[in-house]
């Protein structure tokens, strides 16, 4: 049977992140992909016009219908608009318990716009975070989740041994913000850590980056494959998605997912 991966996250209509671009990754690495929509957001490559969360009984129901028919193998979880939908998502992960958690904590789009209230990080730390396998801060999301602030790499190791004490079983620090390169580090404990290197491309086209490498993460776990080494694919993916970008919108444009298939817009 083929493996099954839920998107748990925000629609974008503009289609390069959210639920949209999950979709397509999900699909491009050979999973069936199951969605949640937390929210519906009025957005394009420019920014965020509106934003419309789901009430949190819907997102309940919706995760019920999913896992009581087609149980998936592995979770992404994304966009989570207020602490309503937070809980709401917790309670139902915990009493199904669900298996290959990928928390990616979106706050902020690739614009700049916000897109979670303040509200809802104390329950995604305190809720969330611990029933995750990993957790997917870029460096603006691993400071306000850690408390330390980050400019190098020493940092991001620091930042993400904050988080497994507190919680987290491992924490995959994004170095993409980084002026210089593009280098990630999986944190497990202050002892244990691996560096997935990789030199920066050059595009503007980087919306939804997050979301499709998250999505990847969960698309390789859910296939069986260990950790580490689902997020060496994940990365390897994500960077083919970079270096064959669509040049599609006015502003920072999305990847392309389904570069390994000949398409290049």
């Known amino acids: 049977m083929i493996p099954c991966v839920l998107s748990i996250a925000?629609?974008?209509?503009?289609?390069?992140?959210?639920?949209?671009?999950?979709?397509?990754?999900?699909?491009?690495?050979?999973?069936?992909?199951?969605?949640?929509?937390?929210?519906?957001?009025?957005?394009?490559?420019?920014?965020?016009?509106?934003?419309l969360p789901t009430p949190p009984e819907f997102i309940s129901q919706q995760i019920e219908s999913v896992f009581s028919d087609i149980?998936?193998?592995?979770?992404k979880i994304g966009m989570l608009p207020n602490e309503e939908s937070v809980c709401a998502v917790a309670r139902a992960l915990r009493g199904w318990q669900a298996e290959h958690v990928v928390l990616d904590p979106v706050m902020v789009a690739t614009?700049?716009?916000?897109?979670?209230?303040?509200?809802?990080?104390?329950?995604?730390?305190?809720?969330?975070?611990?029933?995750?396998?990993?957790?997917?801060?870029?460096?603006?999301?691993?400071q306000a989740l850690s408390g330390v602030p980050i400019?190098?790499?020493?940092?991001?190791?620091?930042?993400g041994v904050v988080l497994c004490n507190r919680g987290a079983k491992a924490v995959l620090v994004k170095g993409g913000h980084l002026q210089?390169?593009?280098?990630?580090?999986?944190?497990?404990?202050?002892?244990?850590?691996?560096?997935?290197?990789a030199s920066r491309v050059k595009t503007n086209?980087?919306?939804?980056?997050?979301?499709?490498?998250?999505?990847?993460?969960a698309a390789y776990l859910a296939k069986g494959l260990p950790l580490a080494e689902a997020v060496a694919r994940a990365k390897r993916y994500?960077?083919?998605?970079?270096?064959?970008?669509?040049?599609?919108?006015e502003g920072s444009?999305?990847?392309n997912h389904m570069w390994a298939y000949g398409t290049n817009g």
């Open 10 to 51: 925000g629609s974008d209509s503009s289609g390069g992140a959210g639920i949209q671009a999950d979709i397509k990754a999900m699909t491009a690495l050979g999973v069936y992909a199951e969605t949640v929509i937390t929210a519906l957001t009025a957005q394009n490559t420019q920014g965020v016009q509106g934003v």
């Open 111 to 142: 614009s700049g716009a916000s897109l979670s209230e303040d509200g809802a990080v104390a329950p995604l730390k305190k809720e969330l975070i611990p029933l995750a396998e990993v957790i997917t801060p870029n460096i603006p999301e691993a």
């Open 71 to 75: 149980r998936p193998n592995a979770v």
């Open 151 to 159: 400019e190098t790499e020493d940092d991001m190791v620091a930042a």
């Open 205 to 217: 086209n980087t919306h939804g980056t997050g979301c499709t490498l998250s999505s990847a993460i």
């Open 253 to 255: 444009g999305p990847v």
């Open 180 to 197: 210089t390169c593009a280098d990630d580090v999986l944190v497990m404990s202050e002892d244990d850590t691996e560096w997935f290197r």
């Open 238 to 249: 994500l960077t083919g998605a970079l270096i064959h970008d669509l040049d599609l919108g």
